[in-house]
């Protein structure tokens, strides 16, 4: 019996999905754990995977498409089988919009003769859509194309250079073909959804009909494909990717055809290359960059080595998913009544004043040495260690689930000409002070050229705020959704403070923890900022 595929929720917010991509195609085998196609999401476009085998016998949302979350986007089932042989209840989503298109019955005939000359003669275009490049993104503006018309477009080559509200990225094509026409030219702005070019498929003449046949032959694409859902059956579950490309054993690594073909010609194991498109897809210039390094001359002893001089990079590969737990009755009665009194995120605030002589000391003695370790950074790491040792802490909320953290994740608060984006030390307490101060500066130097990926600024469960260098003694930070938590950092500042009986001089610093509510109570938040003092006020502490 056919089993339906419905659009998965990959996000708490998620109401529908546009399939971006189909990655199989009707008739192909499936096998628990391949990736089947590829969805927009209100967040971000992500790779959806099917649990079950089986053939797939029949795509009922094509490419380019919306569907909203539980309705069939494709079935599943045995070889031959077909999948019309169902039950004929969903059909009737088609007939209750058949009382708006009444009127106009008889006008179906002038688009079916539309596509006529175009199927004679350079056949159907791909429309290159504005893809999402991060969670708030609503649209974005072409900064610059890297293609021009009649260029030749491999899957993989980088075509525009976009500029979201977080940063400046480069827009990748999925296909093979040549660029047949550029709808939205350089200093334009495209909602995210919206046709920004489109594409002749690889081996079809291209011409100026192709691209305009697109778009009606794809709004007719859905009354076509509705007829043939059926009801009932089985749900195929479909689950969210992984963001980091899977190159353990088992493991599936995300590569554009093109970046496997180059990596196979010269030797090179592409699964010890970090990819930098989208969802850390490897693409052609991460491979360029890796033949660059001399990775392929000793593919076998490159990534030992890696990992004896960096056990971070250890960590990135072997990263576990979070753990999804369902909020108890508490939980939520909690969530509901903390919302009453401030909506969206109830916040609740813990002050502590930590004493920072000895903190001041290490990043003396690491600036003797020359190496360049600020007080912020031994924050970072210490902030890193405690949600370790607070596991309560490194939650996040999602709809009606609560987000255990297997990896500590921590975000550093950066300040760019036209607002504040987050970027995230990952595996931060895995990772010595130089490592982070590296990485740190690195980050908040390409957030202010707006060249941050996706990937570096989402995800974390806290982040650390830094208003010190300006002088801020003590202040209030706002959450950062989905984040649980933000530490508000003042000046160290040296104060009188008393210390066994006797006034004394000591360089102080105010640290205020923000909390959300639903998840976190004032326990948990206090004994969290307990251990934090505890380890800037005894840095040695962060070595063990």
Known sequence: MATPIQMPSLSPTMKEGKIVKWLKKVGDKISSGDAIAEVETDKSNLEVEAFDDGYLIEIAVPEGEVA????????????????????????????????????????????????????????????????????????????????????????????????????????????????????????????????????????????????????????????????????????????????????????????????????????LDISQVRGTGPLGRVVKRDVEQALGQGLAKAPAQAPAAKKAAQPEVRAFGARPEPQAVPMSSMRKVIGQRMSEVKPGVPHFYLTVEVEMDAAVKIREEAKALDLKVSVNDIIVKAAAIALRRSPKMNVSLQGDQVLHYGTVDVGIAVAIEDGLITPIIRDADLKGLQAISAESRDMAERARKRALKPAEYNGGSLTVSNLGMYGIDQFIAVINPPQSAIIAVGAVAEKAVVRDGQLAVRKMMTVTLSGDHRVIDGATGAEYLRELKGLLEHPSRLLF
């Open 68 to 267: 909203t979350v539980g309705s069939p986007i494709g079935f599943l089932g045995a070889k031959g089988e077909k999948a019309t042989g169902g039950a004929p209840s969903a059909p009737a989503p088609q007939k209750a919009e058949a009382p708006k298109a009444a009127a106009p019955a008889a006008a179906p005939k002038p688009p079916e003769q539309a596509p006529a000359p175009a199927a004679s003669g350079a056949g159907e275009g791909i429309a290159i859509l504005m893809p999402s490049l991060s969670p708030t993104m609503a649209e974005g503006k072409i900064v610059k194309w890297l293609k021009k018309e009649g260029d030749k477009v491999s899957s993989g080559d980088a075509i525009a250079e976009v500029e979201t509200d977080k940063s400046n990225l480069e827009v990748e094509a999925y296909d093979d073909g040549t660029l047949a026409r550029i709808t939205v030219q350089a200093g334009d702005m495209a909602k995210v959804g919206a046709p920004i070019a489109f594409l002749t498929p690889k081996g079809a003449k291209a011409g100026t009909s192709a691209p305009a046949a697109a778009p009606k032959a794809a709004a007719q694409a859905p009354a076509a494909a509705a007829p043939s859902a059926p009801a009932g059956g089985q749900v195929v579950p479909l689950r969210r990717e992984p963001q980091a490309p899977a190159s353990g054993a088992g493991g599936r690594l995300r590569a554009s055809p093109l970046a496997k073909r180059m990596a196979q010609e010269r030797g």
